[in-house]
């Protein structure tokens, strides 16, 4: 493995105070730390986080930080993106197994031997993977902003667009650039069924679809409303309607309930009776994790410094084109 993720042995301790809100607060002031936390992220998570956002904003946080440990309540790859632009600082992860299925579609040797396929290609990464494959790419980019780093590109070069196939059939949409898509997907947002959606709809006729663009067309082409876990936020809040069924992963709706609390929100479901429309590796950090990783300072990211350099280019240069 390109990186390293060091467990504590305390996963199971029983050292665990009474009042872990106070605790924590306590740990942040002793470590100088910042804990950052995706909209995923358990209810409890996101209200104690000092920063919370979607991909692009807490990379934006991270690369501007002055704090020196940072606590990242997500998975792999985001705590990855935030020790590639800090080296120098503690990055720690409060679960080891906090991955996620979109990144590990996309194999490091598998994706080397397609690029190779497609000399003097544009490579687009999108954020959700490793930084193996961040360190392959040219420019990075997230939901938030793939449109607009698309658009920005040469009208004269091929891209690869890697690795969520369903956000890549949107950018082509949206641009009307052809891209060569790499064909990975996240587990959470190809479990939402079509037909339960429009079932939803029919029961509720004045909601609104809302909609990530990482869920597969046939959704999609069913939403009044697509955009990252941001802009859905701030849609529902500026929008007229008071029902929305949500097709994202539903740990936004808590915010979407703090922000709006006068607007229904409903789940969009899966294409079983299963909770598949939560992210399971987004859900295995706790606050007693999140205490514990702070306590013993583990476990911590740690990534191979030439994997690290060539990885800071492509970020850096989405930050650039981002604003």
């Known amino acids: 493995m390109l990186t390293t993720i060091r467990p504590h042995p305390y996963s199971q301790s029983n050292q665990i105070p009474n009042d872990l809100l106070t605790a924590i607060s306590q740990l942040k002031k002793e470590l100088n730390a910042v804990i950052l936390a995706h909209y995923y992220q358990d209810p409890d998570i996101q209200d104690i986080a000092d920063f919370l956002g979607d991909s692009l904003s807490l990379s934006q ?51 080397a031997q397609f690029k190779a396929q497609y000399p003097n290609c544009i490579v687009v990464s999108y954020i959700n993977c490793t930084a193996a494959i961040k360190a392959m790419s040219d420019i990075i980019c997230t939901s938030s902003n793939a449109v607009k780093i698309v658009e920005q590109l040469p009208k004269n070069r091929s891209i690869i667009f890697a690795p969520d196939r369903n ?23 190809e479990t939402f069924a079509e ?48 029902e929305f069924i949500v097709a994202t992963e539903p740990g936004i709706i808590h ?19 299963c909770a598949c429309n939560e992210c399971p590796y987004m859900r295995l950090n706790t606050l007693e994790k ?14 191979n ?10 970020i850096q240069k989405m930050l650039e084109l981002s604003f």
């Open 61 to 111: 946080q991270a690369a501007n930080t002055n704090a020196d440990v940072i606590v990242f309540a997500g998975v792999h790859f985001m705590a990855e993106t935030a020790k590639i632009l800090n080296p120098n600082k503690l990055v720690l992860l409060p679960d080891l197994e906090a991955g996620c299925s979109l990144a590990d579609s996309c194999p490091p040797n598998t994706f």
């Open 167 to 189: 956000l890549g059939k949107y950018v082509m949409k949206q641009t009307g650039r052809k891209l060569i898509l790499w064909q990975g997907s996240c587990i959470v947002h």
């Open 195 to 242: 037909k339960k959606i429009v079932q939803l709809k029919i029961k509720y006729p004045l909601a609104e679809i809302i909609a990530h663009p990482e869920c597969e067309t046939s959704v999609l082409r069913h939403a009044n409303y697509i955009g990252s876990t941001t802009a859905l936020l701030k849609y529902c809040q500026q929008s007229l309607s008071t």
């Open 255 to 273: 915010q979407m309930k703090k922000l709006a609390p006068m607007k229904h929100f409903i789940p969009a479901p899966a294409i079983n009776n």
């Open 290 to 303: 999140l205490y514990l990783a702070m306590k013993f300072k583990q476990p911590e990211i740690t990534i």
């Open 305 to 314: 410094e030439s994997i690290r350099i060539a990885a800071l280019g492509p």
